[in-house]
Structures are given as C-alpha cells and as structure tokens.
C-alpha cells in the first residue's frame, strides 16, 4: 500500500472519531499538510486532508516558515479567516488561541509537527466566554 493511501486510510479513522465542524466532537477542523519535498508527494506545504476547515497551500506557508525557522511563538497566524495568537510553544507543538469578539466562544488551535507533516488543529469551547 502506497504512503499516500496508509495516510487517507489513517485520516479517515482519526477524523470521524475526533473531528465535527458543527462542534460535536472534541476539534472543529483539522488538517494534514505535506512538509517534506523527498516524500514521495514532493510538494511542501500541500495539504493532503483537511475535515472542518477550508486551507490552501498559500494559507499555510507562513506557518511552515515560522515552524521551520522556530519563529512562530508570539506570531498571529490565519486559519479559515481567524485570527490565532500563538502563546506557547514546545520542541514539536504549538497552541494558539482565537482573537475574536468577546461576545463568541473561546477557541484555539493547535499545530503538531512530524518530520514528514504539519497537524492543524482547530477547537472551541462553547462553554467558555473570553472575559467571563
């Protein structure tokens, strides 16, 4: 079996577990996005599957440069017209959380990195208000 279809196959069983863009489940949106150019998809910055969120590959090449340069702490980044401010960092995993109104819900995202993959990952909360 081909990488590419282990992969469809993995994100198939993942993301009907864990995702619902209607707020079901534990993320609203999620994203696999490709980062090695000698992987046989040789495209960095690709996304090969996404559920609850609509990227393009424009839309995350600022975040692989910031993942790639270790820069992306302190940095806003833009997911499906959100604003996210990232507010800590570790060796391989990022988290940001929503800039919006305070009148919607709290929300965040989190970016994991393997070496050959980006992991978006988006959630809210409706049970948490910013400000309250």
Known sequence: MGERAMLHR???????IYV?????KALCGAA???LASDRPIRFPGLVLE???MELKSADVRPIIAGVRDY???NECIILDSCKYFVTA???NLYCARREDAPTLPW???IIGRTPAYLVISKYISGNIRRGS
């Open 71 to 73: 820069n992306l702490q």
């Open 89 to 91: 960092t570790y060796e």
């Open 20 to 24: 619902a863009p209607d707020g079901g």
């Open 32 to 34: 696999v996005v490709n």
């Open 50 to 52: 996404q559920e609850g």
């Open 10 to 16: 993995l994100w198939d069983k993942w993301s009907s």
């Open 107 to 109: 929300g965040g995202a």
